[in-house]
């Protein structure tokens, strides 16, 4: 059910975090992997290794999904060196902690540019080639922010938040074809885009607040994006799964607990 023998996979961003683990999972369960990533030549490098220990083929490209164009042309790429794309995630994603009143245009634009239409670039160059074919799987990487907003997070969450609406509208539109569209929705998570705002006591709030008690790995989320593409959800279409540790779901305030009942 989780085999992806002979699949070719696109992950954005995943020369580090999420899209690295992503990338090894996939790779491990049989798939070709591709990506278009921002440079970074040593995180590249080790998704290549993690990619090939498993005896996949590998193929890292320096870009931004921020550019149409450059989506198109990797796309194109990809299909010309890898084969016929069956996969594609859109994982490669900023992030920013600013006051709203803070924020400046370009700020607000830059973050959509990638957080957003990074992902409509994506998703459109995966249907361009999937929907002739009448086959195909896309996984879109949200946030569990978009139902649990955080302060000073707008441009973020506001992205994140319209992640979701495309992945349910693209799944409404080519579920006819056979394409299935769903996102993850990863919680506390320990990637490179997060090292420098969990904070000690970022970190102790967490704790008290996940369920299991802890800040998941990128692994974790990996696992549940394979399951995703596998034939194990083929007929999940425009579903977001969440990957939080229970942290969504935890209401607890520490009330105290009741008295024992009175007889009388």
């Known amino acids: 059910m989780f085999d992806l023998s002979g699949m070719r996979v696109v992950v954005t961003g995943a020369s580090r975090g999420i899209g690295q683990a992503t990338a090894v999972a996939?790779?491990?369960?049989?798939?070709?992997?591709?990506?278009?990533?921002?440079?970074?030549?040593?995180?590249?490098?080790?998704?290549i290794a993690g990619v090939e220990r498993h005896g996949r083929r590998a193929l890292m490209v320096d870009g931004t999904t921020?550019?149409?164009?450059?989506?198109?042309?990797?796309?194109?790429?990809v299909e010309d060196e890898l084969g016929p794309i069956d996969v594609w995630v859109n994982n490669a994603a900023r992030i920013m902690v600013r006051p709203f009143?803070?924020?400046?245009?370009a700020e607000w634009r830059e973050l959509l540019d990638v957080n957003l239409d990074g992902y409509f670039h994506g998703c459109r160059a995966a249907l361009r080639r999937m929907a002739p074919r009448r086959a195909g799987r896309i996984?879109?990487?949200s946030s569990i922010t978009a139902r649990q907003p955080i302060a000073d997070m707008t441009a973020y969450i506001t992205a994140k938040g319209g992640v979701v609406a495309l992945t349910k509208t693209l799944a409404v539109e080519f579920g006819p074809l056979g394409i299935g569209v769903n996102a993850i929705a990863p919680g506390a998570t320990e990637t490179p885009l997060t090292a420098h705002i969990y904070t000690p006591e970022v970190r102790r709030a967490y704790e008290q607040r996940i369920a299991l008690g802890r800040v998941g790995v990128p692994e974790e989320v990996a696992d549940a994006v394979l399951f995703l593409v596998s034939d194990a959800a083929r007929y999940v279409t425009g579903h977001e799964l969440v990957?939080?540790?229970?942290?969504?779901?935890?209401?607890?305030?520490?009330?105290?607990?009741?008295?024992?009942?009175?007889?009388d």
């Open 101 to 105: 009143l803070e924020m400046s245009d």
């Open 139 to 141: 996984v879109n990487v």
């Open 243 to 263: 990957v939080d540790g229970g942290m969504t779901l935890n209401g607890t305030v520490g009330f105290a607990t009741d008295p024992a009942a009175d007889d």
């Open 66 to 77: 921020a550019d149409a164009a450059q989506v198109e042309a990797f796309a194109a790429r």
């Open 26 to 47: 996939l790779a491990a369960a049989g798939a070709d992997v591709a990506s278009l990533h921002l440079p970074d030549p040593e995180g590249a490098a080790e998704t």
